[in-house]
């Protein structure tokens, strides 16, 4: 793989869909890290991409030798009394882990957030991937909760952590 000095952040657009999905589909079928286990057929995830292009929401893309090699984003919770609040996902397909790619996804989807004017970022973590709660926690990123028997994968089931981060000075 190509050294991360070719590495770009980028927002998303249309030209990584298709890349974005496959990176997607990647991550899930590890059923590991995601709520899912697979990516939505092509059809539904390029909508849902559509919306987050059209309706200028905070989603950032890696790109590493033309590879879409994870992603990263804050989208808006629903509901008037929850509008100052985003849900944090992120993805790296195995290849990119461990090579600081996660932490700048993670700065510029934060940066994003705030200048998008949200005030709380939330997110889930399974309580076994310790490598992202020890990313969340560098960001700044505080539990608040555990969820017993969040997930469920081929019969076993996990623990989630909640977490939240603030924007500063509130």
Known sequence: MSDTTLLRIEPLAERHFAGL????????????????????PFDEARA????????????????????VVGWCDVLPVRGEARAHVGTLGIGLVPKARQRGIGARLLEQAIAG??????????????????????????????PEGRQRHAYCIDGTYHDSLAMALLRPGL
């Open 21 to 40: 999905h496959q990176a997607l589909d990647q991550v899930a079928r590890e059923k590991r890290f995601l709520a899912f286990t697979q990516a939505p």
């Open 48 to 67: 849902f991409y559509r919306d987050i292009v059209s309706g200028n929401l905070c989603q950032c893309i890696a790109v590493l030798g033309g590879e």
């Open 113 to 142: 957030a705030w200048a998008r004017g949200m005030a709380r970022i939330e997110l889930a973590v399974r309580a076994d991937n310790l490598n992202a709660e020890a990313l969340y926690r560098r960001f700044g990123f505080v």
